[in-house]
Nanobody, 123 residues
Framework: QVQLVESGGGLVQAGDSLRLSCAASGRTFSNYAMGWFRQAPGKEREFVAAITWNDGNTDYTDSVKGRFTISRDNAKNTVYLQMNSLKPEDTAVYYC????????????????WGQGTQVTVSS
């Protein structure tokens, strides 16, 4: 069993920064890829960023590239999403997820999900 718990969301102004955290427990994550997704009201869940536990290889969707940074702390079993230069269009519930194999972008390919944390960016 794998449990993922997100934290760090909140209400910020455009241009501000937030760091989301995803604490993992249960199984080891050494052979997993971890991803961040987001879902706004009325929208499909979309890929944001992903990272592999073993070598730190990363992937980002175009809309956040250069603004967001995904990282992991293996000792703490925690994945982070550093979000800089936030825009109102970044407003969504952010979810962390884990899959067994690779840097996937499709939500259905992920095996485990956290409960989500709300990020709201005002103009």
């Amino acid at each position: 069993q794998v449990q993922l718990v997100e934290s760090g969301g909140g209400l910020v102004q455009a241009g501000d920064s937030l760091r989301l955290s995803c604490a993992a427990s249960g199984r080891t994550f050494s052979n997993y890829a971890m991803g961040w997704f987001r879902q706004a009201p009325g929208k499909e869940r979309e890929f944001v960023a992903a990272i592999t536990w073993n070598d730190g290889n990363t992937d980002y969707t175009d809309s956040v590239k250069g603004r967001f940074t995904i990282s992991r702390d293996n000792a703490k079993n925690t994945v982070y999403l550093q979000m800089n230069s936030l825009k109102p269009e970044d407003t969504a519930v952010y979810y962390c997820a884990a899959n067994l194999f690779s840097l996937r972008r499709i939500p259905e390919k992920y095996d485990y999900w956290g409960q989500g944390t709300q990020v709201t960016v005002s103009s």
